[in-house]
C-alpha cells in the first residue's frame, strides 16, 4: 500500500499477511508518513505470531523512507537518534540492557520500537516506555481466526483453498501463523492437497505427526524451556491446565507451576483458552520417550482417579498404549462409564483395554453389554450378557439383563424379553408391560403396572410407567387417550432417550399407534425428534428410519419413503427387517410395480419367519395381505393372519389395533375376488365406527361403504368423493385415488365420470414417477412395436419442425410410455382403461406416422421437449 506526507512524494507502505490487526498497518502508515518524527511502539504477543514479521515489515518502511535501521536481539546500543531502533525479544534482556533501552526510550527524539512475549516479564521490562512522556503505540498480536487462516492459506498455495482444509488447518494449528505454514506445507508435501486440483483435497481420517516433520521440528522444541516442555509433554498425554493435576503430575509447588504455565501460554503453542494445540499434542506425543509417556499416563491416571475428577481424557489417552495394572485398568472403567452415555463405541474400546490392562472379565462383563447394546452391536452384547446372567449375584447383572432383553426383543423374541425384565424386580418389571400388551397378555401387564405403583424415580421408570398406561389404553380405552399417554412418555424419556435401553422405544411405539389412528403429524414429529437425538441408542435407528418412511408413504411421499428405505440398509434386525420388507412391498403396490411386490414379497415371507405376530405389525400383515391376494399366494400368510385374529380375539377386538387390519383384508378380498370375505371385514369395519366412534374407524366404515356402492355398480359420486378426501387426511391417500378410480366409470355420465377421474388423481398425486421404469417389462416394448406396426403403412413420418400439437393427457401418455410403462400400469397411474390408453397412442401414431420403435420414441421425446415450459 501506499502512503502520502504532505508535500513529499508518496512513500509505499510494506504489505503484511492476512490477519494482520489494524494497530500494526496504523503504525506502518505512521512511518511511511513521518518516518522523521519520534516514535515509542511496543508489539505484543507469544511466540509464533508474527512479531518478528512485523518488525522486518517496520525495518523496510524506515529503509524506503531512507531512515538507516539498528535493529538487534541482544545488546542494546547506546542512544542514537539519527537510527530507528529496533529490538526484539526485550523479554530477555538482562538488567544492563534494559537500562540502556529505558535512557533511549527517553530521549524525545528517538524512533523505537520493541517487541515481546507477555511472559516472562522482567522488572525493567515495562519501565522504558512508562518513563517516556510521549505518546506509544501497543500492537497485540495472537493466533489467527478461520477466515484469517483462509487468506494466509490462499497466500501461500496461490489459489483459493476449500473450506474441508481451512478447517482442517485452522483446528492443527490452533490459528498460530507459524504452524499454519507447517501443517499447509505437510499437506502439499504429503500429496493430501494439490493447487492445481483444490476440489479434490479430503480430510484425512487421522491426522498424525509424520517422523521426519517431527525430527525437522526437534530443534525448535529442544530449546524450550525443561520445565515448559515437561508441562506441554504433560498436557500431550491429556493433562489439563489444573493445578491439582499438574502439581502431583510434575512434582511442583504451585507458585513454580503458575510461572511455568504463563511461559507455557507465551510460546503461543496454547490455544486462547488454555488448551494445547492438536498438531503441538500429535508433534509431543512422537517426540516424547515412549517410557517417559507411559509413565506419565500412569501418573495422571493415578491422579484423576484419586481426585474423583473426570477421567475420560486419561482414559482415552491411555487407549491402546498397552498400560497395565491395576490404577490404569480403574481408570479405563471409570472413563467408559463416563463415555457409555455419550459415545457407545468409544466405552466398548475402553472397556476391552480395561480387560487387557487387568480388570478381571466378568466384572466389566455387564458394562461391555451395556455399551455394546448401545453401539449397536447386539450379538456381542449377547455374548457378553451371557457370561453373567447365570450368576444372580455377579456384578454389573442388571446392566447384562437390561442388555439382553433389548437385544431379544430386536430379535423378534419378546416372551424371553420379558422374563429378564420381570427378574429384575417389581420397578423394572414395567418395562416389560409394553410386551405384554402387545403379545396379548394385557391382563397379566395390568397386574405388573399395579404391582410397581409409587415405584418411579427416575425419567426413564416415570416413562416405563406412561408407556404401559399408554399401551394398555390402545385395548381399553379411546385411542386419543392411549396417544396422549405415549407422547408424554416420550417427551418424558428424552433427556435421557440416547442411554436407556428398551425392548422398544416410546417413539416408536407411538408412532405405530398414531399412524394406527390416522395421526400423522404425531407420528411424524415423534419420530423426527427421535431420529435427531439417537433415541434408544444405535440399534433403535433403523426401526425409526423405517418408520418414518411408513409415514412419508402414507403422506403419499413415496420419494422420500424410498429414501428411508433405502437408509437402512445393512443386515437388519427380524422386527427391522420385516418392517422394511413390508414397506417395499407397500411402496412397490403404489408404484403399480407388480415385479417389485415380488420381489419384496420374496423378502417378507423370509422375515415372517423370524419374527413371532404381535400387535406392532399387524401394519406390515395387512400390506402383506393385499399384496399376496395380488399375487395369489395367500395360502402363504394364512398361519400368520390366523395368529392375528387369535391375538386380537385375545384382547377383544380393540378397534385401534383390528381396523385397519380390516380394512387392509378388505382390499385382499377384492383383488382376490372374494366377495364374500370383502362382505366380513366390511361389517367389522361398521360395528367398529359404531361401538369404538373415531376419525379414522368413522372414515374406513364409510369407505367400506363406498366400495360396497362400487360393487354393486351403483355410486354417488359426491359422496365418494368427499370421502376420498377424509381417507386422505388420515394416512389413507392411496386407498382414496384406488377407490375414487374404480367409482369413475360407474358414475352414470361423462361430467361426473371425468370429475372423478380428476379426483382420483389429486389424491394420488406424488412427487416422483416411481420405480416403473427401472421394471419396465417387454410387455411395454412389444404393445409400442405392435402399435407401429399396424400403421406403418398410414403415413410418412412428420417433418422436423411440423409436430404436431398434442392434448395434455397424450403428453401425459407419451411420457409414461418412454418410462417404459405398459397400457395397464399407464391405466393405472391415470386412471383410465387400458383400451383408453391404446386409443390415446393410436391417435398418436396417426399423426407421427412412424415406421420404426426408434422414430416413436425420438419425435415422442421433441413433442415432449417442445410442450415442456
Given amino acids: 500500500m501506499t502512503a502520502t506526507r504532505p508535500g513529499a512524494p508518496a512513500v ?55 531512515v538507516p535501521v539498528v535493529r538487534v536481539t541482544t545488546g542494546v546500543p547506546a542512544p542514537d537518534t539519527a537510527s530507528a531502533v529496533l529490538v526484539d525479544d526485550v523479554h530477555r534482556l538482562g538488567a544492563d540492557d534494559l537500562a540502556r533501552l529505558r535512557t533511549l526510550a527517553c530521549d524525545p527524539a528517538a524512533r523505537l520500537v520493541v517487541a515481546h512475549r507477555p511472559w516472562p516479564r522482567p522488572p525493567g521490562l515495562t519501565a522504558p516506555f512508562g518513563a517516556a512522556t510521549r505518546p506509544r503505540s501497543v500492537v497485540v498480536v495472537g493466533h489467527l481466526g478461520r477466515d484469517a487462516v483462509a487468506a494466509r492459506i490462499a497466500d501461500l498455495v496461490g489459489v483459493a483453498p476449500p473450506v474441508a482444509m481451512v478447517e482442517l488447518v485452522h483446528e492443527q494449528s490452533g490459528g498460530l501463523p507459524t504452524l499454519v505454514d507447517i501443517v499447509t506445507q505437510a499437506l502439499r508435501d504429503t500429496g493430501r492437497f494439490d493447487a492445481r486440483h483444490p476440489d479434490a483435497f479430503r480430510r484425512p481420517d487421522l491426522v498424525t505427526v509424520s517422523v521426519a516433520l517431527a525430527e525437522r521440528l526437534r530443534p525448535q522444541v529442544d530449546e524450550l524451556d525443561r520445565d515448559v516442555r515437561a508441562l506441554l509433554e504433560a498436557m500431550a498425554v491429556g493433562a489439563s491446565l489444573d493445578s491439582e493435576v499438574l502439581g502431583p503430575l510434575l512434582a511442583e509447588e504451585p507458585d513454580g507451576l503458575s510461572a511455568t504455565v504463563e511461559a507455557a501460554r507465551s510460546t503461543g503453542l496454547l490455544t486462547e483458552a488454555g488448551e494445547l494445540i492438536p498438531f503441538v499434542r500429535s508433534l509431543f506425543l512422537r517426540l516424547t520417550p515412549v517410557l517417559r509417556r507411559r509413565e506419565l499416563q500412569r501418573t495422571l491416571a493415578a491422579v484423576e482417579l484419586d481426585r474423583g475428577g473426570s477421567v475420560l481424557a486419561a482414559g482415552r489417552q491411555l487407549l491402546g498404549t498397552g498400560a497395565s495394572g491395576s490404577r490404569i485398568a480403574a481408570v479405563l472403567r471409570a ?112 397386574a405388573v403396572l399395579a404391582a410397581a405403583a409409587g415405584g418411579a424415580g427416575t425419567l426413564s421408570d416415570g416413562a416405563a410407567v406412561l408407556l404401559a398406561r399408554g399401551l394398555l389404553s390402545t385395548v381399553s380405552a379411546t385411542a386419543p387417550a392411549a396417544l396422549s399417554q405415549l407422547a408424554r412418555a416420550a417427551a418424558m424419556l428424552e433427556p435421557v432417550a440416547a442411554t436407556v435401553l428398551l425392548p422398544d422405544t416410546p417413539a416408536a411405539l407411538t408412532a405405530v399407534v398414531a399412524l394406527q389412528c390416522g395421526e400423522l403429524s404425531v407420528a411424524q414429529t415423534v419420530l423426527q425428534r427421535a431420529l435427531a437425538q439417537c433415541h434408544g441408542g444405535r440399534a433403535a435407528e433403523p426401526r425409526h428410519r423405517l418408520l418414518h418412511g411408513w409415514v412419508l408413504m402414507a403422506r403419499g411421499r413415496t420419494d422420500l419413503a424410498r429414501r428411508a428405505l433405502a437408509t437402512a440398509d445393512g443386515p437388519l434386525e427380524p422386527r427391522d427387517e420385516l418392517l422394511a420388507a413390508a414397506l417395499a412391498v407397500a411402496l412397490a403396490r403404489r408404484a403399480h410395480d407388480p415385479s417389485g411386490v415380488a420381489a419384496a414379497w420374496g423378502r417378507a415371507r423370509d422375515a415372517l419367519v423370524r419374527q413371532p405376530v404381535d400387535l406392532t405389525t399387524l401394519p406390515q400383515l395387512g400390506e402383506l395381505a393385499v399384496a399376496t391376494a395380488q399375487l395369489g399366494e395367500e395360502v402363504w400368510l394364512a398361519a400368520y393372519l390366523a395368529e392375528a385374529d387369535e391375538l386380537l380375539d385375545r384382547l377383544g377386538r380393540p378397534a385401534l389395533w383390528s381396523a385397519p387390519l380390516h380394512w387392509h383384508r378388505l382390499h385382499a378380498a377384492l383383488a382376490a375376488g372374494r366377495g364374500a370375505d370383502a362382505d366380513t371385514h366390511a361389517a367389522a369395519l361398521h360395528a367398529a365406527a359404531e361401538a369404538a366412534p373415531s376419525p379414522y374407524t368413522a372414515v374406513v366404515g364409510a369407505a367400506a361403504r363406498c366400495w360396497a356402492q362400487v360393487l354393486t355398480g351403483r355410486v354417488d359420486a359426491d359422496e365418494v368423493v368427499a370421502v376420498g378426501r377424509r381417507m386422505q387426511a388420515v394416512g389413507l391417500g392411496w386407498d382414496a385415488a384406488q377407490l375414487v378410480g374404480r367409482a369413475a366409470p360407474l358414475a352414470g355420465d361423462r361430467r361426473a365420470t371425468a370429475g372423478l377421474h380428476a379426483a382420483a388423481r389429486a389424491l394420488d398425486s406424488v412427487s416422483d414417477p416411481g420405480p416403473d421404469a427401472a421394471h419396465g417389462d417387454e410387455t411395454a416394448a412389444a404393445e409400442v412395436v405392435d402399435d407401429v406396426a399396424a400403421v406403418s403403412a398410414h403415413a410418412g413420418p412428420v417433418a422436423d419442425g411440423d409436430l404436431p400439437d398434442f392434448t395434455e393427457r397424450e403428453l401425459e401418455i407419451g411420457q409414461f410410455i418412454l418410462a417404459g410403462l405398459t397400457y395397464k400400469q399407464i391405466g393405472q397411474r391415470l386412471y383410465l382403461s387400458a383400451k383408453t390408453v391404446e386409443h390415446h397412442v393410436a391417435r398418436m401414431r396417426q399423426r407421427l406416422g412412424v415406421a420404426s420403435r426408434d422414430e416413436l420414441f425420438g419425435l415422442l421425446r421433441a413433442a415432449l421437449v417442445e410442450s415442456a415450459p
Fill in 335 to 446: 472413563a467408559a462409564d463416563e463415555a457409555v452415555d455419550g459415545s457407545p463405541e468409544l466405552a466398548v474400546d475402553l472397556l476391552r483395554d480395561a480387560v487387557a490392562a487387568g480388570a478381571p472379565p466378568r466384572e466389566v462383563a455387564g458394562r461391555r453389554a451395556r455399551a455394546l447394546a448401545l453401539a449397536g452391536h447386539l450379538d456381542e452384547a449377547l455374548r457378553a450378557a451371557d457370561t453373567v446372567m447365570a450368576d444372580p449375584v455377579a456384578p454389573g447383572r442388571a446392566d447384562a439383563a437390561v442388555a439382553a432383553a433389548a437385544a431379544l426383543a430386536h430379535r423378534g423374541l419378546l416372551g424371553r424379553s420379558i422374563d429378564l425384565y420381570r427378574g429384575l424386580g417389581q420397578t423394572a418389571a414395567v418395562h416389560a408391560v409394553p410386551g405384554l400388551v402387545v403379545t396379548g397378555a394385557a391382563d397379566e401387564g395390568r
Fill in 12 to 66: 509505499d507502505v510494506p504489505a503484511l499477511g492476512p490477519g494482520t490487526p489494524a494497530a500494526a498497518t496504523a503504525l506502518l502508515r505512521h512511518i511511511a508518513e513521518a518516518p522523521d518524527a519520534p516514535l515509542g511502539a511496543v508489539v505484543v504477543g507469544p511466540g509464533g505470531t508474527g512479531k518478528t514479521m512485523l518488525l522486518g515489515a517496520v525495518e523496510r518502511a524506515y529503509a524506503a523512507a531512507g
